[in-house]
């Protein structure tokens, strides 16, 4: 059966005889993992089509068994993102997080658009990547079905946004009273503008989803509640994660 997609490789791993193994975060197809038979050989179209992060078109052969790539032709590189090593560490985290969280089978095209919008900000260089990587967490998080409850207190169900305190654990808020309740989950506190930006992320619309504003200091802060919810929902070691953190540049 032949299929034509567009997508982006979440990664390449090169086999004997010039050939390749992609997984495509495809627009209708979900995650496909494809064999790319000569992809290195083809100098031009083929080779950098299937590198990871290359946005392509794609004509897939797909039998009972395998899925294979006849033909792609690549539509973007990103090539900024390409030439900086802390913004290729976090979009290399990103394409992870999509292998670990996107469910098998899954062919909503959001998923796509999501990566696709990040990537595009972040090879613009214009948005802090402190956003970028909160937003992406969540908003994958929230998508994949690990949506946190932001709404009101767990304990009370109150909710005036002052002195939140987040349990990344359970994925809900405790107001200042009810935080004795919480128990022995550890607690963060989001001053409001932060916790307004977590909701934000998980149930604006997706148009508006990058365009809210917080002071460096805030975005660290949601960057760090937002990595804690999805190390505890994921409890899995992440390699790119521990990359990404290994390089990053320092808070000036
Ligand atoms: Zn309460």
Redesign the pocket.
């Known amino acids: 059966m032949q299929l034509g997609t567009r997508a982006v490789v979440l990664s390449a791993k090169n086999l004997e005889e010039h050939d390749r193994l992609v997984v495509l975060l495809t627009e209708d197809l979900g995650v496909v993992t494809a064999y790319a038979k000569g992809a290195r050989r083809q100098k031009g179209t083929m080779s950098s089509a299937t590198e990871q992060l290359s946005y392509s078109a794609f004509q897939l052969f797909r039998n009972r068994e395998h899925t294979f790539v006849d033909r792609a032709e690549t539509e973007t590189v990103f090539f900024a993102i390409r030439q900086d090593m802390e913004r290729l560490a976090l979009a290399s985290y990103f394409c992870q997080l999509c292998r670990e969280l996107i469910p098998e089978g899954e062919t909503q095209p959001e998923y796509l658009h999501l990566m696709m919008n990040t990537l595009t900000l972040l090879d613009r260089g214009q948005t802090p990547l402190s956003q970028l990587k909160a937003v992406f967490e969540l908003r994958l998080l929230t998508m994949s079905g690990y949506m946190p409850d932001l709404v009101a207190?767990?304990?009370?169900?109150?909710f005036t946004g002052e002195g939140i305190l987040f349990a990344p654990a359970a994925g809900t808020v405790?107001?200042g009273?009810?935080a004795p309740k919480a128990g022995n989950t550890p607690l963060m506190p989001l001053e409001p503008g932060v916790f307004q930006a977590m909701r934000h992320i998980i149930y604006s619309d997706f148009g508006k989803l990058f365009s809210f504003r917080l002071p460096a200091e805030g975005l660290e802060r949601l960057a760090a509640a937002s990595e804690a919810y999805l190390l505890a929902q994921v409890e899995r070691v992440l390699p790119a994660l521990d990359f990404y953190k290994t390089i990053k540049a320092p808070i000036l």
Request: some cysteine; proline content about 0%.
């Open positions: 207190c767990a304990a009370c169900g109150d405790y107001c009273d009810c």
